[in-house]
């Protein structure tokens, strides 16, 4: 990757012309995968033409969950308490939109050894545990288990966003940060929402187990 330039040919490497598209997916369960192909769907990846949809890998899962909260102070409470049962014995990642207005929800509920993602990391660790940050942080990486809070049509769009871009841009730029927070998760995806889900979620009730928060 770095130094001096050589030759793939030099080495004995054959080096096929033409576009080559990697289709299979080694990260996310099946269950996973239909919901972010879904997702690549939908109007706001409409100008994404190299946007390749995986073929969907063997191991399967349970369905990513759409769980409804009273607030998000309560949305925040649950998340953290899954987060902490689950990384017990796996890799979690708790993955918001905006590190501003919604990590301090998270953070400030978390206890010290949960690692924050950061886009400057320069080590990184698989053993089991908590990690939170947004999904621009988690890009390029992989959990066993992800949660994604504050998933309601009210913060997603983001109002900001829609008020500077209008809501088509709005769309188009949070549905596919959202798409990088989903396809973060190997096993195991929780949504959370209170009120209405977010519109950049697909609408098929068969992609999700839709259920209530205690």
């Known amino acids: 990757m770095y130094g001096q330039r050589f030759s793939w040919r030099s080495v004995g490497l054959r080096v096929p012309r033409g576009v080559i598209e990697f289709v299979d997916n080694?990260?996310?369960?099946?269950?996973?995968?239909?919901?972010?192909i879904a997702m690549a769907a939908m109007d706001y990846f409409n100008d994404e033409p190299d946007l390749v949809e995986p073929v969907t890998p063997?191991?399967?899962?349970?369905?990513?969950?759409?769980?409804r909260c009273r607030d998000r102070a309560h949305?925040?409470?649950?998340?953290?308490?899954?987060?902490?049962?689950?990384?017990?014995a796996s890799t979690v990642a708790i993955l918001v939109r905006d590190r501003v207005h919604d990590g301090p929800l998270i953070r400030s509920r978390l206890s010290g050894s949960a690692i924050r993602l950061d886009k400057d990391m320069v080590s990184w660790s698989t053993v089991p545990g908590v990690r939170y940050g947004t999904y621009h942080a988690a890009k390029g990486l992989e959990?066993?288990?992800v949660l994604l809070p504050f998933c309601s049509a009210e913060r997603l769009p983001d109002p900001d966003v829609v008020d500077t871009f209008g809501t088509e841009e709005a769309l188009a730029r949070d549905g596919r940060?959202?798409?990088?927070?989903?396809?973060?998760a190997k096993d195991r995806l929780i949504i959370t929402h209170d009120g209405t889900p977010t519109p950049l979620l697909p609408p098929d009730?068969?992609?999700?187990?839709?259920a209530d928060a205690r």
């Open 26 to 36: 080694y990260r996310n369960s099946p269950e996973i995968a239909r919901l972010a």
């Open 58 to 67: 063997t191991a399967s899962g349970p369905k990513p969950a759409l769980v």
């Open 75 to 88: 949305q925040a409470d649950f998340v953290v308490e899954q987060a902490t049962r689950l990384a017990r």
């Open 143 to 145: 959990f066993d288990h």
């Open 177 to 184: 940060i959202l798409y990088v927070g989903v396809t973060r």
């Open 205 to 210: 009730g068969s992609l999700y187990t839709v």
